[in-house]
Nanobody, 115 residues
Framework: QVQLVESGGGLVQPGGSLRLSCTASTSSFSSLHMSWYRQAPGNQRQLVAR??????TWTFDETRRFSISRDNNKNTVYLEMKRLKPEDTAVYYC??????????WGQGTQVTISS
């Protein structure tokens, strides 16, 4: 199990931007596949973005409002979000999967988009 701590959530007006961070407590961060999920009230948890241990990335949003990156020197994965919409409001969770399995989750950070 890897401990994951998210930060960077908050209240933002529509059209604004946020950067979420997730820091992992492990010496093998570079081997992990990292993802961001989100869950809005009443909805299932949704995969938002993923970055593999060889830096292949995927995001759910075809308009490219969201981007994921990682800094292996800081054991941190980032989620950059721009042109935010009220429907982006959710708790955002960080997830880590090891190269041979194993699944860890952070506690989540609230993102609220509202005027």
């Amino acid at each position: 199990q890897v401990q994951l701590v998210e930060s960077g959530g908050g209240l933002v007006q529509p059209g604004g931007s946020l950067r979420l961070s997730c820091t992992a407590s492990t010496s093998s961060f570079s081997s992990l596949h990292m993802s961001w999920y989100r869950q809005a009230p009443g909805n299932q948890r949704q995969l938002v973005a993923r970055i593999t241990n060889i830096n292949n990335t995927w995001t759910f949003d075809e308009t490219r409002r969201f981007s994921i990156s990682r800094d292996n020197n800081k054991n941190t994965v980032y989620l950059e979000m721009k042109r935010l919409k009220p429907e982006d409001t959710a708790v955002y969770y960080c997830n880590a999967v090891g190269p041979y399995g194993g699944d860890s989750w952070g506690q989540g950070t609230q993102v609220t988009i509202s005027s």
